[in-house]
């Protein structure tokens, strides 16, 4: 299972970003998918999942308000469209997979077994 993530870029702060991560497998219709951000000299953290049916949605509190994450089955891909971005969103944006994910643990790397390679979101205030 392959991930591949894009749309990173240079932004002004307040302006918006779409993030998209394709997967290979053909069938990710019962996968959850999270996206995870890593800044500069920092872990990586949380910042939105979402579960195979849609109806479990989880944000990072940082984020909430500001982005959404949605998918289409059909493509095989989730989105992360952020809205409002501050200087602090600046971060490597990784994509995540699996598809045996607690509800309570969407925020959890670590039940994530599959990785896109990350895509450089910059923020410039």
């Known amino acids: 299972v392959q991930l591949q993530a894009s749309g990173g870029g240079l932004v002004q702060a307040g302006g918006s970003l779409r993030l998209s991560c394709a997967a290979s497998?053909?069938?990710?219709?019962?996968?959850?998918m999270g996206w995870f951000r890593q800044a500069p000299g920092k872990e990586r953290e949380f910042v939105a999942a979402?579960?195979?049916?849609?109806?479990?949605?989880r944000y990072a509190d940082s984020v909430k308000g500001r982005f959404t994450i949605s998918k289409d089955n059909a493509k095989n891909t989730v989105f992360l469209q952020m809205n409002s971005l501050k200087p602090e969103d600046t971060a490597v944006y990784y994509c995540?997979?699996?598809?045996?994910?607690?509800?309570?643990?969407?925020?959890?790397?670590?039940?994530?077994?599959?990785w896109g390679q990350g895509t450089l979101v910059t923020v410039s205030s």
């Open positions: 995540a997979a699996d598809r045996h994910i607690i509800l309570s643990q969407m925020q959890n790397e670590h039940g994530y077994a599959y």
């Open positions: 497998e053909r069938d990710r219709s019962r996968w959850f």
């Open positions: 979402i579960g195979w049916n849609t109806l479990a949605i």
